[in-house]
C-alpha cells in the first residue's frame, strides 16, 4: 500500500516542480536564432596592461555603417552586439596613446568574434594601421562548436556545381558524413551530424525557419551561390538563441547591398547528349548517344547604394543612400530540357493482344482495366507506347505442358532446337498466337503468360518494356534585400525570396507510362529591426514569413490512362492494381504493376508565422541575451495512401475469376 506524502515531500516537489518550469520556458524563450555576429575584445598597453576609457568605434567596411562609440569598461574590455557578417574597421583612441585602425576585422554569423588591440605611446594624432587576418578565428568565449564558410569559399569550392544545392559544403565540417537515405529534403546532400539522423537538423535563412514541417530539411533550396554571404554549420554545444533541433544548425545569410555598384551574371553550360559518353545500359540497348539532358544555369546579382537621381537638367542627385539605404537583387535560372529512359524485368501483355484478351474474358473487369490501363496501352500526352525491353532477340518456340520429367526445367525451347537431355522424352509442339498466325516468341524480351491451365493452356504474348518520355525541368530563384541605417541607432533589413519549380514527369513510373508533374514554391518574407539603446544595450525584432507547396502529381486530365492527378482529385484517382508470383513460361518474372504508387498523389501546404525578439546585454567580461519567439505553424496535407484501395492478384486463376 503506497503512503501519503510528508510535508517535506510536498516541499520538494514543489521546488523541482518550480524549476522545471523555469527550465521549460528557458527553452521556450530561446528559440529565435541568429543571424548576426559580435565582436568583443581587449585595448592593452605594450606592456599589456589594460586601457579603462578608451573610444572604441566600429564600422562596416562595406556599407560605411558605423557602430555608436563605446568606452571600455575597468578590465579593457568592450562588446558589440548585432553586427551583420562582413568586415569591420575598429577604431580605438586614448589619451596619451597612438589611435589604432585595425582593418579587415571578421564578424561571422552567430559567434563571439575576438579582436584585441594594442595601443602604443604617443599622440592621438598619430594613427597605426593594422591589417587582421579575417580567415582564421581562435575563439575563447564560446565552446560552440561551428564551421563558417565565406563568400569566396562558397563561390570558388568544386563542392558546389552550378544549380546544386549548397548542403554539399557543410561535408567540411568535422562530424558531417552524407547520410544518403534520411527520408527527408535535402539541398544536395542529406546531412548526418554526430550520428543524428537526417531528419534532426535545424535550417534557417537570416535566421528565420527554412523547414519542411511533413518531411523536415529545407523548404526552400538554396542553389543560387551568388546570393550566399556566408554559410555556416553549428554541430555541438549550441549557443543558447538555437533550439527546435539536435542536429546540426544550418545558418545561411544572404547579401546585401554595400557602398559601390556591384554585381555578377554567369551561365553554366552542359550537354549529356554530345559531351557525355554512354553508360552500361546505354551500350546494351544499342544506343549511339545518351539521352538528352541540356541544362543551363543562367543569372545574376546587382546591388549598390539607393539614391533618387535628378532629372531634367542633371546635377547632383536629389537623395544619396550612401552609408544609409542599399539594395541587393538577384535572379538565378534553370533549365533542364531532357529526357529519361526507365526500363523494368515485369513483363505485360502486348497491345495487339487486347482484342483477343477482351473476347476471351468478355465480363472480366480487371481483363477490361488492364487493356485500356496496362503499360502497352498507355499514351498519355502523346508518348509513344513502351519499346520491348532490348535484351536480345526473341525466337519462335515449342512448348509443352504437363507434368514434366525429373530434371527437365524448361517448358519452351526455339522451334526447330533440340530440348535437353532431360527432356527429350518430352513432346514440344509449337503454339501459333492468332493475332500474328506465327509461333509464339520467348527469349530476349519476350515471353508467353498461360491464363489457362497445364491441361488447356490460354497463351498470350508478353514482354519486358522500357519508355523513354520527355522530363524537362524548370526553376526560377529570385531574391531582393533592402537595408537602411535609419537612425544612428536603428538599422532596418527587409528582404524577399522566392523559387518556384517545376518538374515535368517528375514522379511516378516512368516504363509503366504512370506519371505526374512535380510543381513546387517556396517563399521567404522577413524583416529585422535592430535598435541600439547604448553602449551595452541592443534588441533585435525580426519577423518573418514562410510558405511551401508542392504538389507530386498533376499536369494531366484525372482519369486518363497514365495520369497521377492532382493532389485535390485523390479521390478519383485510379487504384494501385499489383501482380505476383511468375506467369511466364520462361521467365520468373510476374506482370507489372498499373495505377500510381499507394502513396501518390500527394501534397502539402506549409506557412510559419515567426515572431522572435533577442535582447543583448553586456557589462565588463560579461554579456547576456534574453529572447522570446511566437511561432504559429500551419500545414494542409492531402495524403491518403490507399485512398482508392490496393488491389494485388497472385496467381492466373485470380486474374481470370477477378478474385483480388
Given at each position: 500500500?503506497?503512503?501519503?506524502?510528508?510535508?517535506?515531500?510536498?516541499?520538494?516537489?514543489?521546488?523541482?516542480?518550480?524549476?522545471?518550469?523555469?527550465?521549460?520556458?528557458?527553452?521556450?524563450?530561446?528559440?529565435?536564432?541568429?543571424?548576426?555576429?559580435?565582436?568583443?575584445?581587449?585595448?592593452?598597453?605594450?606592456?599589456?596592461?589594460?586601457?579603462?576609457?578608451?573610444?572604441?568605434?566600429?564600422?562596416?567596411?562595406?556599407?560605411?555603417?558605423?557602430?555608436?562609440?563605446?568606452?571600455?569598461?575597468?578590465?579593457?574590455?568592450?562588446?558589440?552586439?548585432?553586427?551583420?557578417?562582413?568586415?569591420?574597421?575598429?577604431?580605438?583612441?586614448?589619451?596619451?596613446?597612438?589611435?589604432?585602425?585595425?582593418?579587415?576585422?571578421?564578424?561571422?554569423?552567430?559567434?563571439?568574434?575576438?579582436?584585441?588591440?594594442?595601443?602604443?605611446?604617443?599622440?592621438?594624432?598619430?594613427?597605426?594601421?593594422?591589417?587582421?587576418?579575417?580567415?582564421?578565428?581562435?575563439?575563447?568565449?564560446?565552446?560552440?562548436?561551428?564551421?563558417?564558410?565565406?563568400?569566396?569559399?562558397?563561390?570558388?569550392?568544386?563542392?558546389?556545381?552550378?544549380?546544386?544545392?549548397?548542403?554539399?559544403?557543410?561535408?567540411?565540417?568535422?562530424?558531417?558524413?552524407?547520410?544518403?537515405?534520411?527520408?527527408?529534403?535535402?539541398?544536395?546532400?542529406?546531412?548526418?551530424?554526430?550520428?543524428?539522423?537526417?531528419?534532426?537538423?535545424?535550417?534557417?535563412?537570416?535566421?528565420?525557419?527554412?523547414?519542411?514541417?511533413?518531411?523536415?530539411?529545407?523548404?526552400?533550396?538554396?542553389?543560387?551561390?551568388?546570393?550566399?554571404?556566408?554559410?555556416?554549420?553549428?554541430?555541438?554545444?549550441?549557443?543558447?538563441?538555437?533550439?527546435?533541433?539536435?542536429?546540426?544548425?544550418?545558418?545561411?545569410?544572404?547579401?546585401?547591398?554595400?557602398?559601390?555598384?556591384?554585381?555578377?551574371?554567369?551561365?553554366?553550360?552542359?550537354?549529356?547528349?554530345?559531351?557525355?559518353?554512354?553508360?552500361?545500359?546505354?551500350?546494351?540497348?544499342?544506343?549511339?548517344?545518351?539521352?538528352?539532358?541540356?541544362?543551363?544555369?543562367?543569372?545574376?546579382?546587382?546591388?549598390?547604394?539607393?539614391?533618387?537621381?535628378?532629372?531634367?537638367?542633371?546635377?547632383?542627385?536629389?537623395?544619396?543612400?550612401?552609408?544609409?539605404?542599399?539594395?541587393?537583387?538577384?535572379?538565378?535560372?534553370?533549365?533542364?530540357?531532357?529526357?529519361f529512359t526507365g526500363s523494368t524485368t515485369s513483363l505485360a501483355v502486348l497491345?495487339?493482344?487486347?482484342?483477343?484478351?477482351?473476347?476471351?474474358?468478355?465480363?472480366?473487369?480487371?481483363?477490361?482495366?488492364?487493356?485500356?490501363?496496362?503499360?502497352?496501352?498507355?499514351?498519355?500526352?502523346?508518348?509513344?507506347?513502351?519499346?520491348?525491353?532490348?535484351?536480345?532477340?526473341?525466337?519462335?518456340?515449342?512448348?509443352?505442358?504437363?507434368?514434366?520429367?525429373?530434371?527437365?526445367?524448361?517448358?519452351?525451347?526455339?522451334?526447330?532446337?533440340?530440348?535437353?537431355?532431360?527432356?527429350?522424352?518430352?513432346?514440344?509442339?509449337?503454339?501459333?498466337?492468332?493475332?500474328?498466325?506465327?509461333?509464339?516468341?520467348?527469349?530476349?524480351?519476350?515471353?508467353?503468360?498461360?491464363?489457362?491451365?497445364?491441361?488447356?493452356?490460354?497463351?498470350?504474348?508478353?514482354?519486358?518494356?522500357?519508355?523513354?518520355?520527355?522530363?524537362?525541368?524548370?526553376?526560377?530563384?529570385?531574391?531582393?534585400?533592402?537595408?537602411?541605417?535609419?537612425?544612428?541607432?536603428?538599422?532596418?533589413?527587409?528582404?524577399?525570396?522566392?523559387?518556384?519549380?517545376?518538374?515535368?514527369?517528375?514522379?511516378?513510373?516512368?516504363?509503366?507510362?504512370?506519371?505526374?508533374?512535380?510543381?513546387?514554391?517556396?517563399?521567404?518574407?522577413?524583416?529585422?529591426?535592430?535598435?541600439?539603446?547604448?553602449?551595452?544595450?541592443?534588441?533585435?525584432?525580426?519577423?518573418?514569413?514562410?510558405?511551401?507547396?508542392?504538389?507530386?502529381?498533376?499536369?494531366?486530365?484525372?482519369?486518363?490512362?497514365?495520369?497521377?492527378?492532382?493532389?485535390?482529385?485523390?479521390?478519383?484517382?485510379?487504384?494501385?492494381?499489383?501482380?505476383?508470383?511468375?506467369?511466364g513460361l520462361t521467365k520468373s518474372n510476374a506482370l507489372g504493376t498499373i495505377?500510381?504508387?499507394?502513396?501518390?498523389?500527394?501534397?502539402?501546404?506549409?506557412?510559419?508565422?515567426?515572431?522572435?525578439?533577442?535582447?543583448?546585454?553586456?557589462?565588463?567580461?560579461?554579456?547576456?541575451?534574453?529572447?522570446?519567439?511566437?511561432?504559429?505553424?500551419?500545414?494542409?496535407?492531402?495524403?491518403?495512401?490507399?485512398a482508392n484501395g490496393a488491389y494485388g492478384f497472385s496467381s492466373a486463376a485470380?486474374?481470370?475469376?477477378?478474385?483480388?
Open positions: 500500500m503506497r503512503s501519503s506524502p510528508t510535508t517535506n515531500e510536498l516541499a520538494i516537489f514543489t521546488r523541482m516542480f518550480s524549476l522545471t518550469c523555469v527550465l521549460v520556458l528557458s527553452a521556450v524563450a530561446v528559440m529565435a536564432q541568429a543571424t548576426t555576429g559580435s565582436l568583443r575584445g581587449t585595448v592593452t598597453d605594450a606592456n599589456g596592461g589594460v586601457l579603462a576609457g578608451a573610444t572604441v568605434t566600429v564600422k562596416n567596411e562595406a556599407t560605411g555603417s558605423t557602430s555608436p562609440a563605446i568606452k571600455t569598461g575597468g578590465e579593457g574590455t568592450f562588446d558589440v552586439s548585432a553586427l551583420q557578417p562582413g568586415n569591420y574597421t575598429v577604431t580605438v583612441e586614448a589619451s596619451g596613446f597612438k589611435r589604432s585602425v585595425s582593418t579587415g576585422v571578421a564578424v561571422k554569423i552567430g559567434i563571439v568574434n575576438p579582436v584585441a588591440v594594442v595601443l602604443e605611446a604617443g599622440s592621438v594624432a598619430e594613427t597605426v594601421t593594422v591589417t587582421a587576418d579575417s580567415e582564421t578565428i581562435v575563439q575563447r568565449d564560446q565552446s560552440q562548436i561551428s564551421t563558417t564558410v565565406s563568400t569566396r569559399q562558397v563561390q570558388d569550392l568544386p563542392s558546389n556545381g552550378a544549380g546544386s544545392g549548397l548542403d554539399t559544403l557543410a561535408l567540411l565540417a568535422p562530424g558531417v558524413i552524407n547520410q544518403r537515405s534520411t527520408g527527408a529534403n535535402t539541398n544536395g546532400t542529406g546531412l548526418s551530424v554526430n550520428g543524428n539522423r537526417g531528419r534532426s537538423n535545424n535550417f534557417q535563412i537570416d535566421g528565420a525557419d527554412n523547414n519542411d514541417l511533413t518531411v523536415t530539411g529545407p523548404a526552400l533550396f538554396v542553389d543560387f551561390q551568388d546570393q550566399v554571404q556566408e554559410y555556416q554549420v553549428i554541430t555541438n554545444n549550441f549557443s543558447a538563441q538555437y533550439g527546435r533541433n539536435q542536429g546540426a544548425i544550418v545558418n545561411i545569410v544572404t547579401k546585401g547591398g554595400t557602398n559601390t555598384f556591384h554585381g555578377t551574371a554567369f551561365d553554366f553550360h552542359q550537354d549529356a547528349r554530345n559531351l557525355n559518353s554512354l553508360n552500361n545500359t546505354e551500350k546494351r540497348s544499342g544506343q549511339l548517344k545518351p539521352n538528352r539532358s541540356l541544362l543551363n544555369v543562367f543569372g545574376g546579382t546587382f546591388g549598390g547604394p539607393l539614391y533618387l537621381p535628378r532629372f531634367g537638367e542633371g546635377g547632383k542627385s536629389i537623395w544619396k543612400g550612401t552609408n544609409r539605404a542599399f539594395f541587393f537583387f538577384g535572379y538565378q535560372g534553370v533549365r533542364n530540357p531532357s529526357t497491345d495487339s493482344e487486347f482484342p483477343r484478351l477482351t473476347a476471351t474474358f468478355p465480363t472480366n473487369n480487371l481483363i477490361s482495366t488492364y487493356t485500356r490501363y496496362s503499360p502497352f496501352a498507355i499514351t498519355l500526352r502523346g508518348r509513344a507506347k513502351p519499346n520491348t525491353f532490348v535484351s536480345g532477340t526473341g525466337v519462335p518456340s515449342a512448348f509443352f505442358f504437363g507434368a514434366l520429367p525429373t530434371g527437365c526445367s524448361t517448358r519452351a525451347i526455339p522451334i526447330g532446337g533440340a530440348p535437353p537431355t532431360a527432356c527429350a522424352a518430352v513432346p514440344y509442339a509449337p503454339f501459333i498466337n492468332p493475332a500474328t498466325g506465327q509461333a509464339f516468341l520467348t527469349g530476349g524480351p519476350y515471353d508467353t503468360i498461360n491464363l489457362g491451365t497445364l491441361a488447356a493452356p490460354i497463351l498470350f504474348q508478353a514482354a519486358q518494356y522500357e519508355r523513354t518520355v520527355s522530363t524537362p525541368y524548370v526553376e526560377n530563384y529570385s531574391n531582393l534585400r533592402f537595408d537602411f541605417k535609419a537612425t544612428s541607432k536603428d538599422s532596418l533589413t527587409f528582404r524577399y525570396l522566392k523559387q518556384v519549380q517545376q518538374s515535368v514527369a517528375g514522379t511516378g513510373s516512368t516504363s509503366g507510362g504512370w506519371l505526374g508533374d512535380v510543381p513546387a514554391t517556396s517563399k521567404h518574407y522577413g524583416a529585422d529591426w535592430t535598435h541600439t539603446f547604448g553602449s551595452n544595450l541592443v534588441t533585435e525584432f525580426r519577423p518573418n514569413y514562410q510558405a511551401i507547396g508542392v504538389k507530386f502529381g498533376g499536369g494531366c486530365s484525372t482519369g486518363d490512362p497514365g495520369c497521377i492527378s492532382d493532389p485535390l482529385d485523390l479521390a478519383v484517382n485510379l487504384a494501385n492494381i499489383s501482380f505476383s508470383g511468375a506467369l495505377g500510381p504508387a499507394t502513396n501518390l498523389p500527394q501534397g502539402r501546404v506549409g506557412k510559419v508565422y515567426q515572431f522572435p525578439v533577442n535582447v543583448s546585454y553586456s557589462a565588463g567580461r560579461h554579456s547576456w541575451i534574453f529572447g522570446g519567439e511566437y511561432k504559429k505553424l500551419t500545414e494542409i496535407l492531402p495524403f491518403l495512401p490507399n485470380r486474374i481470370t475469376s477477378n478474385a483480388p
